[in-house]
């Protein structure tokens, strides 16, 4: 099993949709998570970091279920501008620090 | 806060020479510092961890001969990629945190063609 798995892509949504993005790890004692954009030929930027209670950032709602080791992003009103790779990235901890990332999902929001 | 500056953005070189790459955390001290490399439509990979004054530590298949990592400075590491090959063109970015709670912020990236 891949240490971080994601929704397959693309995703091609309509101007004003909603789109759920998942993901799921595989290592139990993952700390700390988070959704990051990357835009084409871009670095990585974070989007938010997702909380055990959950977390609403305007349109974007992230959400954590640790017992299943599950994340979801939830955009509500897809805008063009969405349109980009959403990457579900993982922080280990233990001393480590180190992220581990999904391989993404691709998001096309179209007029 | 929390920016991370990676130069040059893109850079063409010939078979056999080398590289530098810099990466600079502008406005907080990072005392480990990662480097990624990113093949097209592919996720990032961690190559190596790059910490303050001491030796990088690098990911399993990544040749620390090739890819050397010097990390001098609370706010400097640099990746030189030494006798540079076609199959070493990639998307090589950096990245920092001043603490965890802050996320991971990254470089710009380098992209890198070797021709």
């Known amino acids: 099993r891949k240490e971080v798995e994601q929704d397959p892509g693309p995703f091609n949504v309509p101007e004003g949709a909603t789109v759920a993005f998942n993901c799921t790890y595989s290592?139990?004692?993952?700390?700390?998570f988070f959704w990051y954009r990357q835009d084409c030929r871009k670095e990585p930027k974070l989007l938010m970091s997702?909380?055990?209670s959950g977390n609403e950032d305007g349109r974007f709602t992230a959400q954590l279920n640790r017992a299943s080791q599950y994340i979801s992003l939830l955009i509500r009103d897809s805008k063009l501008s969405d349109s980009a790779t959403y990457l579900c990235?993982?922080?280990?901890?233990?001393?480590?620090?180190?992220?581990?990332f999904g391989k993404g999902t691709k998001l096309s929001v179209i007029p | 806060g929390a920016v991370v500056s990676q130069h040059p953005s893109w850079v063409i070189c010939k078979s056999g020479t080398s590289v530098k790459i810099e990466c600079r955390s502008l406005?907080?001290?990072?005392?480990?510092m990662f480097w990624y490399r990113q093949f097209p439509k592919q996720s990032l990979m961690l190559m190596a961890t790059?910490?303050?004054?001491?030796?990088?530590?690098?990911e399993q298949g990544v040749e620390k001969d090739k890819f050397l990592i010097n990390h001098a400075s609370l706010t400097l590491s640099t990746l030189t990629v030494t006798s540079a090959h076609p199959e070493d063109s990639s998307f090589y970015i950096c990245?920092?945190?001043?603490?965890?709670?802050?996320?991971?912020?990254f470089g710009s990236g380098t992209r890198l063609t070797v021709v």
């Open positions: 790059s910490n303050e004054g001491s030796k990088a530590t690098y």
């Open positions: 290592n139990s004692a993952s700390q700390s």
């Open positions: 997702v909380y055990s």
């Open positions: 990245s920092a945190s001043p603490g965890i709670s802050y996320g991971y912020t």
């Open positions: 406005d907080f001290q990072a005392t480990t």
């Open positions: 990235v993982v922080y280990s901890g233990a001393g480590s620090y180190q992220l581990t």
